[in-house]
């Protein structure tokens, strides 16, 4: 009786198994058809990695342990020591610390470009400049970069982008349609969406980077388990339906936060007054994601009574689960950066960045409205 399972079934096996000798060298000359070590390669890993490059349109993918190691694996793609990258001064916490405390001891230069330099950033331009970390949609404050006006400039500076699309996800918008090189997520977000995975994954233009890619992968051993794999391909299956909910809350509950006279400002590329509302319109196909932030009064006590005064919504240093979450980014995912980076940022005592999540939008707003009350 032959078996044929309608989902994959988790190989959790951290070694295979060889016939013989012929069988092992069988391996070595064509590695992709087989498998030896699941550090190397595991049906599960490869399965999400491939799921995901057809998602983004890549031409090779690796998934990764982490949002982190495929950060790091596309900037490792591009650049070794003595080598220059430019960062978007606006971008994850933990992005610009991997590359100003990690990156720099291993003799990689780097620059932060201010967000209104993004399109001409001449200046910041060595001859060792290899590449740009910029994000879709920026962690935390939601600005959206034009990615092709961006790509074009890297394009006549002849130095590679790589793209942060955790926020928008492939649903919204596709960098590398766009002129990215390198299209990175933190799968544990939006890609695997239910808050039990920690995985990350690179997507490749060109197959030359991807091999690069899973090179780097393997010999630094930041590759994904097989478990972790299933579970985030499992996830996938559900992405389109959740990012389409995740963007009608996050429009709800956005507008609702506009009205209301103890926020002071809002943060939705979805809001016709949002700097980019238009472009990001257009870039993203109509919808903007269900990530957003708003600043209340920036007092400690008053932001500790508003995240005690939520019921339902809790607060959590993460984003992107199916269901809602509130951050601080000034004590969590922008701990790292100094005072003055923070301040040009915008990242104040006040600011709280809303994960949406798939929930009525009603019980949401409800639960901030109480919350809000409490202030």
């Not at 809350?249 to 609702?256: H, I, P, S, V």
């Not at 922008?334 to 980076?341: C, F, G, M």
Request: hydrophobic share 40%; charged share 15%.
């Amino acid at each position: 009786m032959s078996i044929s399972p309608k989902i994959t079934p988790i190989y959790q096996t951290s070694v295979f198994t060889f016939e013989d000798l012929n069988a092992l060298e069988a391996y070595f000359e064509q590695p992709n058809q087989s498998y030896m070590y699941s550090r190397n390669g595991n049906p599960n890993t490869d399965e999400l990695a491939d799921e995901i490059n057809k998602l983004e349109g890549g031409q090779g993918a690796v998934a990764t342990s982490s949002g982190m190691s495929a950060i790091l694996t596309a900037i490792l793609v591009y650049s070794q020591s003595g080598d220059h990258v430019l960062c978007a001064e606006e971008i994850y916490g933990g992005s610009a610390a991997l590359l100003s405390q990690e990156l720099t001891r291993m003799g990689v230069q780097i620059s932060f470009v201010p967000m209104d330099q993004m399109y001409s950033f001449d200046s910041y331009v060595q001859p060792n400049t290899k590449l740009l970390l910029v994000e879709t949609i920026s962690n935390p404050m939601m600005t959206v970069l034009d990615l092709a006006q961006v790509a074009k400039a890297c394009q006549a500076k002849g130095i590679r982008l790589v793209v942060d699309n955790t926020f928008a996800s492939p649903v919204i918008t596709k960098p590398l349609e766009l002129g990215a090189d390198i299209v990175i997520h933190s799968v544990t977000k939006y890609l695997s969406g239910h808050s039990d995975v920690t995985a990350g994954v690179t997507i490749c233009k060109e197959p030359a980077d991807a091999q690069r890619a899973k090179q780097i992968v393997v010999a630094w051993g930041l590759t994904l388990s097989p478990f972790e794999s299933w579970l985030a391909a499992r996830g996938l299956k559900t992405l389109k339906l959740r990012m389409k909910q995740h963007s009608e809350n996050g429009l709800a509950l956005a507008q609702y936060l506009q009205q209301h006279p103890k926020v002071s400002a809002v943060f939705y590329p979805g809001l016709p007054d949002h700097p980019q509302h238009a472009m990001a319109a257009a870039q993203g196909n109509g919808k903007f994601g269900g990530m957003l932030s708003f600043r209340i009064a920036d007092d400690v006590e008053t932001v500790n009574r508003f995240m005690r005064g939520l019921t339902h919504i809790p607060f959590a240093p993460s984003l992107a689960g199916v269901t809602s979450s509130v951050s601080y980014p000034l004590g969590t995912s922008h701990r790292a950066l100094t005072p003055e980076q923070r301040e040009k940022m915008g990242i104040t005592v006040g600011l709280i960045r809303l994960s949406v999540g798939i929930e009525e939008p009603e019980e949401l707003i409800a639960d901030l409205e109480k919350a809000l009350a409490a202030i």
